[in-house]
């Protein structure tokens, strides 16, 4: 009687599991990025169902930024002493047609910031909220020199990108 060769134990079959889980995970995640993506970029679709009839119909475009260069320097309205501002200053709207205005009018615009920016004092522009009390008054003088002359005036906002008082 001869005994039978040993038999090597049959391999583990590996398990499906972690790849049945890890494919309805993914799947999962793109449903729900998906249903995110479409509450957050249709506002439009929810007015027409009727959900949300105050959402704008309309997505405002890309920002663009004019710069006004050189940068402004000008004297302070101090009267004790010889004080300057110098700022780079950029215009931000999202109006294709206004930023053609901006183009066309920069010289007058630059006027209009230079005798704004020259009425301000260091005592003025120390704080914060002075600086962008000076913004919103820039904000205005260009609103108004452009409807002034017939352009459109969509500006969303004056902005400093270097401001020095001294």
């Known amino acids: 009687m001869s005994a039978a060769p040993a038999q090597a134990p049959a391999p583990k079959k590996k398990s499906k599991l972690p790849l049945i889980i890890g494919a309805v995970v993914l799947l999962a995640g793109g449903a729900g990025g998906g249903w995110w993506f479409t509450q957050h970029n249709a506002p439009a679709a929810?007015?027409?169902?009727?959900?949300?009839?105050?959402?704008?119909?309309?997505?405002?475009?890309?920002?663009?930024?004019?710069?006004?260069?050189?940068?402004?320097?000008?004297?302070?309205?101090?009267?004790?002493?010889?004080?300057?501002?110098?700022?780079?200053?950029?215009?931000?709207?999202?109006?294709?047609?206004?930023h053609t205005a901006i183009e066309a009018q920069a010289p007058a615009l630059r006027n209009r910031l230079l005798l704004l920016f020259g009425t301000q004092t260091a005592a003025q522009l120390a704080q914060r909220s002075g600086k962008e009390r000076l913004q919103e008054q820039g904000l205005a003088e260009v609103r108004k020199l452009l409807k002034e002359e017939g352009q459109p005036d969509k500006v969303d906002g004056v902005i400093f990108t270097s401001l020095v008082v001294q």
Do not use: I
Request: hydrophobic share 45%.
């Open 46 to 98: 929810h007015a027409a169902e009727g959900e949300d009839a105050a959402a704008p119909t309309t997505a405002k475009g890309p920002a663009t930024y004019f710069a006004l260069d050189p940068s402004f320097v000008v004297n302070l309205a101090d009267t004790d002493m010889a004080r300057y501002l110098q700022a780079d200053v950029q215009l931000v709207t999202r109006d294709a047609a206004t």
